[in-house]
């Protein structure tokens, strides 16, 4: 591997890392994040420190999250991001690493995508104290609590969307890959660089590696295309079957259906008519 391929790799699991930090932060607005740094900023300001940190402009946080950057953010910008999402995360009730676990796997990454691209691998201070970054004087940050449903699935879905994204936040695997299809088929029919769809994907990217490994089907479940379309298939069917049909899941199937052009897909080419086809049929009448 030469070393310009290293180089975009290490820089490629930066990245990476960074965009699923703010997802698991709740996906936060680039104006929350911008202001809430200026928040953290401030703080550390009155506290005598000022070396540590970067302000995090909305357009560059933007090119980060978006693999754009052409050139790597130094440190303190990494620094900034990471306790920025570390406040948000705690102020949301949502679960991250430890700061101190976060700077230390942020450090690492950060450091081998600069040695590589041939700069200066330094670290500066981390300069805070354990606990300051979850337990903020609430009369001096200004965060409001976003409601999950807000940030990790359109309001469309409704409550039940809402359940199912609250069950899968606190550990249900079988909720996390309904969350997964579902958000899948939405981005579905947004055309590649329309706004938003990115962010769907990397959701349902992020909800299948939660049930990966607990839900069968997790594994093989790719998020376009006639998997995708057969996995949503089978959930509304599953439902209905049940008794208890979810008319998201009927959604969500019908999004699918409609992202292939109404292409029907059977169990086999020479099988065109099934069952499944017959019940499939019956989701698009609900």
């Known amino acids: 591997m ?10 490629h699991d930066l990245l990476e890392r960074t965009r699923l930090l703010h997802i698991e932060a709740g996906h936060p607005t680039l104006a929350t994040v911008e202001r809430v740094a200026v928040d953290l900023i401030e703080e550390k300001q009155r506290a005598g420190v000022y070396d540590a940190w970067r302000r995090l402009p ?5 090119d980060v999250l978006g693999g754009k950057c052409r050139k790597l953010p130094d440190w303190q910008f990494f620094h900034t991001f990471v306790a920025v999402c570390a406040r948000l995360a705690a102020h949301n009730d949502l679960v991250v690493p430890a700061p101190s676990e976060l700077m230390d796997e ?3 990454l950060w450091k081998a995508a600069m040695i590589e691209m041939g700069g200066s691998p330094y670290l500066s201070p981390q300069r805070w104290t354990p606990g300051d970054i979850l337990e903020p004087n609430p009369d001096e940050v200004r965060i409001e609590r976003i409601p999950p449903i807000q940030f ?3 309001r469309a879905w409704g409550r039940s969307g809402a359940a199912i994204l609250r069950r899968a936040g606190m550990g249900d695997a079988n909720a996390a890959y309904q969350a997964a299809i579902l958000l899948a088929c939405e981005a579905s029919l947004k055309p590649d660089d329309a706004e938003g769809k990115q962010t769907l994907l990397d959701m349902a990217a992020f909800w299948r590696g939660k049930a990966t490994g607990k839900v069968e089907k ?6 376009d295309g006639i998997q995708l379309r057969r996995a949503a298939e089978n959930l509304a069917l599953g439902y209905k079957r049940s008794g208890k049909p979810c ?3 009927f959604r969500a199937f019908l999004q699918a259906e409609a992202a292939m052009g109404g292409t029907r897909v059977g169990t086999g080419a020479e099988r065109p008519a099934t069952r499944q086809q017959d019940d499939a049929d019956s989701i698009r009448r609900v």
């Open 2 to 11: 030469s070393e310009a391929s290293a180089s975009r790799h290490c820089l």
């Open 58 to 62: 909305k357009s560059t946080v933007s």
């Open 106 to 108: 942020f450090g690492k």
């Open 152 to 154: 990790r699935m359109p």
């Open 218 to 223: 997790a594994a093989a479940l790719r998020l």
């Open 247 to 249: 008319v998201i899941f």
